[in-house]
């Protein structure tokens, strides 16, 4: 072009990344079971869907206390420890809501629950490792699309609810707003998932007594999620303990 010098080739560097620190979570009881049953267990490449999705908040401080009843040593450990055990605790869950099946599917009939999906128009279906509804895209931003999905059969793993990964970054964002936006513990009578809910209030308990009945309730939450995900995992009466990085 006339009247314009050459011009040296800026060199744009890129800025580096920082690799997420990671390690495996070890397997849950019943992922060890399932596999010696021969069933569908926990693909190893899920942790790392989960973890490297996790928010910032949850590694740091702002991780309500009662983690503490699942990971006593959480706020002590590194990075890649915490992540490992978020990773675990979803094996869990995972493995308390669908027995690690990422193509459950479950119709509910409670009244209770027995409601119209907002999104699809019919009776709410749970679905998937976490067991959640097309209504979780409106509510959490979830990678669900239920106008590519209604066209395929209904246990088709290509479901986009269905789909592992979609699925974890979806309970990840529902947990993120529990504990963080919220403030809410890990176990709360208005949480997402049934398995992680304590039981009603104690009868007859008095609100100076109200503390220690939210220890009771929340001991309770802890044992019924814990049997639900792996019966004979732990002996009663042993501390809560998952694994050995806790």
């Known amino acids: 072009m006339s009247g314009c010098s050459k011009q040296g080739t800026a060199r744009v560097t890129a800025a580096p990344t920082t690799a997420v620190p990671m390690k495996e979570a070890p397997q849950t009881p019943i992922t060890e079971k399932k596999?010696?049953?021969?069933?569908?267990?926990?693909?190893?490449?899920?942790?790392?869907?989960?973890?490297?999705?996790?928010?910032?908040?949850?590694?740091?401080?702002?991780?309500?206390?009662?983690?503490?009843?699942?990971?006593?040593?959480?706020?002590?450990?590194?990075?890649?420890?915490?992540?490992a055990f978020w990773a675990y605790f979803f094996q869990a869950l995972a493995g308390a809501e669908a027995g690690l099946d990422p193509k459950t599917r479950v119709w509910h009939t409670e009244a209770a629950v027995a409601v119209k999906d907002g999104v699809t128009g019919r009776p709410v279906r749970s679905e998937g490792l976490l067991q959640l509804t097309y209504e979780d895209r409106e509510r959490y931003g979830c990678d669900f699309d239920w106008e590519r999905?209604?066209?395929?059969?209904?246990?088709?793993?290509?479901?986009?609810?269905l789909q592992p990964r979609n699925n974890l970054e979806c309970g990840l964002k529902i947990l993120d707003r529990q504990v963080?936006?919220?403030?809410?513990?890990?176990?709360?009578?208005?949480?997402?998932?049934?398995?992680?809910?304590?039981?009603?209030?104690?009868?007859?308990?008095?609100?100076?007594?109200?503390?220690?009945?939210?220890?009771?309730?929340?001991?309770?939450?802890?044992?019924?999620?814990?049997?639900?995900?792996?019966?004979?995992?732990?002996?009663?009466?042993?501390?809560?303990?998952?694994?050995?990085?806790?």
């Open 180 to 246: 963080i936006e919220a403030g809410k513990p890990l176990l709360s009578r208005s949480g997402y998932w049934s398995t992680l809910q304590p039981e009603p209030k104690l009868p007859g308990v008095c609100e100076a007594d109200d503390q220690a009945a939210d220890g009771v309730r929340s001991g309770r939450a802890v044992a019924r999620f814990e049997g639900r995900a792996w019966a004979a995992a732990l002996g009663r009466g042993r501390p809560y303990q998952w694994w050995s990085g806790c």
């Open 35 to 83: 596999a010696e049953l021969g069933g569908t267990t926990w693909d190893p490449a899920w942790d790392g869907i989960i973890e490297k999705a996790l928010p910032p908040e949850m590694l740091g401080q702002g991780v309500p206390q009662d983690v503490r009843r699942f990971c006593p040593k959480f706020f002590e450990m590194q990075e890649a420890d915490k992540r």
């Open 149 to 161: 999905d209604r066209r395929l059969p209904a246990n088709d793993a290509l479901k986009t609810i």
